[in-house]
T-cell receptor
Framework: EAQVTQNPRYLITVTGKKLTVTCSQNMNHEYMSWYRQDPGLGLRQIYYSMNVEVTDKGDVPEGYKVSRKEKRNFPLILESPSPNQTSLYFC??????????????FGDGTRLSIL | GDSVTQMEGPVTLSEEAFLTINCTYTATGYPSLFWYVQYPGEGLQLLLKATKADDKGSNKGFEATYRKETTSFHLEKGSVQVSDSAVYFCALSDRDGGFKTIFGAGTRLFVKA
């Protein structure tokens, strides 16, 4: 089954304690992205990756890091989490076609609470 | 830069009512337009899409037409069901914007039996 898998689904942690949210896709997609969803703001892009070893900042990258060492994986790293990073996070992937815009496939989300 | 504006919710309808959720966009290039749906506790799923002007996307009884002259992509359904209760997101993706996807704020729909 084609899917994007995020882990963990829920996490409560404390300020300053480094955490990683993993994301894996089994569709051989080139493009992967991380979003955060906050009430009234829709989805805002944190980072994206067009392919292995190629990453770039989205609209709200501050406080986050990513890596793309393998095509299927795109972990999101919070080196020193703060309460304003409490949010619902989604990983997404899509195939890349230079001639058209492809829809994205989303994971089920990770709810992070930073105390 | 590119942006998407959709009507604020929540929208509350009775079963079998007609649904319209308005969406307008601004873009420098020629974007593709999407509607995604998010059911409780789940990620977003593609509902329908349109890639050029006058295209009509449709799925599960939902429709939206890409109107370049009014820069709109309104979502419609003739008869909603309780199972349609969800959050709906309008989005655009623009090659000229680096294939980045821009989402609207989302519109929550409640359908009462």
């Amino acid at each position: 089954e084609a899917q994007v898998t995020q882990n963990p689904r829920y996490l409560i942690t404390v300020t300053g304690k480094k955490l990683t949210v993993t994301c894996s896709q089994n569709m051989n997609h080139e493009y992967m992205s991380w979003y955060r969803q906050d009430p009234g703001l829709g989805l805002r892009q944190i980072y994206y990756s067009m392919n292995v070893e190629v990453t770039d900042k989205g609209d709200v990258p501050e406080g986050y890091k990513v890596s793309r060492k393998e095509k299927r994986n795109f972990p999101l790293i919070l080196e020193s989490p703060s309460p304003n990073q409490t949010s619902l996070y989604f990983c997404a992937s899509s195939s890349f076609n230079p001639d058209s815009n492809q829809p994205q496939h989303f994971g089920d989300g990770t709810r992070l609470s930073i105390l | 830069g590119d942006s998407v504006t959709q009507m604020e919710g929540p929208v509350t309808l009775s079963e079998e009512a007609f649904l319209t959720i308005n969406c307008t966009y601004t873009a420098t290039g020629y974007p593709s337009l999407f509607w995604y749906v998010q059911y409780p506790g789940e990620g977003l799923q593609l509902l329908l899409k349109a890639t050029k002007a006058d295209d009509k996307g449709s799925n599960k009884g939902f429709e939206a037409t890409y109107r370049k002259e009014t820069t709109s992509f309104h979502l419609e359904k003739g008869s909603v069901q309780v199972s349609d209760s969800a959050v709906y997101f309008c989005a655009l993706s623009d090659r000229d914007g680096g294939f980045k996807t821009i989402f609207g704020a989302g519109t929550r729909l409640f359908v009462k039996a």
